[in-house]
């Protein structure tokens, strides 16, 4: 069964800071990993989605990198903003199937 | 364009009743989901339904829970004989190829 770890649990840092959240994962027979975005009181948005075939992606300030081999992932959020403060989750497809296993969360607050 | 819409935001019920849950896809998805969010917890995928073929309802916790999706389009969640344990933040999302698109939610309190 996949399970998707996610640390750390929660990050402070001052705006401007460059960070890595890290995502990892059990079963490495994946199609594709997603990172999402998730703001008190609402859904989630996704950020980036990188298929198995791939080794990264970027959007913005975001990158996130996946080695399927080791199951990891990390995002990389650079010159961060108060508004990115929000929770980010990492979700892998359980056996390639269309359901999505998700960790539990790194709680990000940027402060100004 | 629209994006998933969740009713009710929120909902309040006594122990052992029953609820519905409804969620709006985008419109021209084929695939729809329901997961649920529990304080503390990650996501917990409950059920999906993609076009006209079964639903995978693997991720239901008990036979309390049921969802339909009605002519490809809306979809209601319907928890029976509601517990505590059931209290959590039911998420809808739908999907055309592989990103999934979240609604709002729903949050469910059973008193």
């Known amino acids: 069964k996949q399970e998707v770890t996610q640390i750390p649990a929660a990050l402070s840092v001052p705006e401007g800071e460059n960070l890595v959240l890290n995502c990892s994962f059990t079963?490495?027979?994946?199609?594709?990993l997603q990172w999402f975005r998730q703001d008190p009181g609402k859904g989630l948005t996704s950020l980036l989605l990188?298929?198995?075939?791939?080794r990264e992606q970027t959007s913005g300030r975001l990158n996130a990198s996946l080695d399927k081999s080791s199951g990891r992932s990390t995002l990389y959020i650079a010159a961060s903003q108060p508004g990115d403060s929000a929770t980010y989750l990492c979700a892998v497809d359980e056996g390639g199937s269309e359901k999505l296993v998700f960790g539990k969360g790194t709680k990000l607050t940027v402060n100004p | 364009g629209a994006g998933v819409s969740q009713s009710p935001s929120n909902k309040v019920t006594e122990k052992g009743k029953d609820v519905e849950l409804r969620c709006d896809p985008i419109s021209g998805h084929t695939a729809l989901y329901w997961y649920r969010q529990s304080l503390g917890q990650g996501l917990e995928f409950l059920i999906y339904?993609?076009?006209?073929?079964?639903?995978?309802k693997s991720g239901l916790p008990s036979d309390r829970f049921s969802a339909e999706r009605t002519g490809g389009s809306v979809s209601t969640l319907t928890i029976q004989r509601t517990q505590q344990e059931d209290s959590a933040v039911y998420l809808c999302?739908?999907?055309?190829?592989?990103?999934?698109?979240f609604g709002p939610g729903t949050r469910l309190t059973v008193l």
């Open positions: 999302a739908s999907s055309l190829d592989l990103l999934q698109y």
């Open positions: 079963d490495s027979a994946i199609y594709n």
């Open positions: 339904f993609q076009g006209n073929s079964a639903p995978d």
């Open positions: 990188i298929q198995s075939s791939q």
